[in-house]
Nanobody
Framework: QVQLVESGGGLVQAGGSLRLSCAIS????????MAWFRQAPGKERDFVAV????????YYTNSVEGRFTISRDNAKNTVYLQMNSLKPEDTAVYYC???????????????????WGQGTQVTVSS
């Protein structure tokens, strides 16, 4: 079993920054594709960013490209999401997710991920 625990959310003014962390336990961390998703009230859970295992290849949804950076520290079993130039429309619950079967593939679909954290709230005020 794999456990994912997010942290780092909070309230920030537009233009500010936050760094989310996702701590992973339960199995060997380094062979997962890891992603961040977000869900705003009344909306579906949407893809934000993904990072693969071996090459560390990253991919972002268009709305965060150039503002957000996903990274991973295998030694600490942690994946990060650095969020800069935050906008009110970034307000959502942010979830990290792990895909364990194909660690070098990029997936953007919610249904492809095997494990999820409980989420952390990010609120951006205007």
């Amino acid at each position: 079993q794999v456990q994912l625990v997010e942290s780092g959310g909070g309230l920030v003014q537009a233009g500010g920054s936050l760094r989310l962390s996702c701590a992973i336990s339960g199995r060997t961390f380094s062979r997962y594709t890891m992603a961040w998703f977000r869900q705003a009230p009344g909306k579906e859970r949407d893809f934000v960013a993904v990072i693969t295992w071996s090459a560390g290849t990253t991919y972002y949804t268009n709305s965060v490209e150039g503002r957000f950076t996903i990274s991973r520290d295998n030694a600490k079993n942690t994946v990060y999401l650095q969020m800069n130039s935050l906008k009110p429309e970034d307000t959502a619950v942010y979830y990290c997710a792990a895909e364990v079967h194909n660690p070098d593939y990029i997936y953007v679909d919610v249904g492809k991920y095997d494990y999820w954290g409980q989420g952390t709230q990010v609120t951006v005020s205007s």
